[in-house]
């Protein structure tokens, strides 16, 4: 079946680090891949996403490019702030579900001091 | 601009009780989930439907049944309450197949003691 492997939390950094958040994935056929936010107390938002090989997803000043080669998709950040810190969620979606469903990472925790 | 309600926010349980977590949506979306998350375990899907009349199970329906009479609405009800259904309930909708976003509501946290 399908899985998404991200890296354990938290990750713990200063206001303006680099970020990067390791993702990986296990599908059948060629998954659509997915980064959610969320913020304490809230649902989760979409943050960005991908849909084939090499398509490079961005919002917000976060970027991940989906890299079948090597079955991953890593969240990256030039700059992070404060206001970043929340839970960061891989996820993905494949044919074998129509697409209609997904299969979520355990989340990754970020926190950032000023 | 309501999106995705879910009510109550909170809710303590007695073990055996029964209750039921509304969910509702005001984007005309034609699917919907429930899910549950546990701390440092993601999200787990329950149940999901395509359309109104239509369901189907997901990863951890055991405990749980659903319905979906109208677009609008996608309620969960646990029939007999145990500890193993402590966590926080995410009801989500998105308009259709292919690469659409989901959207979710804000969550209810469910307490059985």
């Known amino acids: 079946g399908n899985s998404v492997t991200q890296m354990e939390g938290p990750v713990t950094l200063s206001e303006e680090a680099f970020l990067t958040i390791n993702c990986t994935y296990t599908?059948?056929?060629?998954?659509?891949l997915f980064w959610y936010v969320q913020y304490p107390g809230e649902g989760l938002q979409l943050l960005l996403k991908a849909t084939k090989a090499d398509d490079k997803g961005s919002n917000k000043g976060f970027e991940a490019t989906y890299r079948k080669e090597t079955t991953s998709f890593h969240l990256e950040k030039g700059s992070v702030q404060v206001s970043d810190s929340a839970v960061y969620f891989c996820a993905l979606s494949d044919r074998n579900s129509g697409y209609s469903t997904l299969t979520f990472g355990k989340g990754t925790m970020l926190l950032v001091s000023p | 601009n309501a999106g995705v309600t879910q009510t109550p926010k909170f809710r303590i349980l007695k073990i055996g009780q029964s209750m039921t977590l509304q969910c509702t949506q005001d984007m005309n979306h034609n699917y919907m989930y429930w899910y549950r998350q546990d701390p440092g375990m993601g999200l787990k899907l329950i149940y999901y439907s395509v359309g109104a009349g239509i369901t189907d199970k997901g990863e951890v329906p055991n405990g749980y049944n659903v319905s979906r009479s109208t677009t609008e609405d996608f309620p969960l009800r646990l029939e007999l309450a145990a500890p193993s259904q402590t966590s926080v309930y995410f009801c989500?909708?998105?308009?259709?197949?292919?690469?659409?976003?989901?959207?979710f509501g804000d969550g209810t946290r469910l307490s059985i003691l």
């Open positions: 989500a909708s998105s308009p259709g197949q292919g690469n659409q976003p989901q959207h």
């Open positions: 599908a059948t056929g060629y998954p659509s």
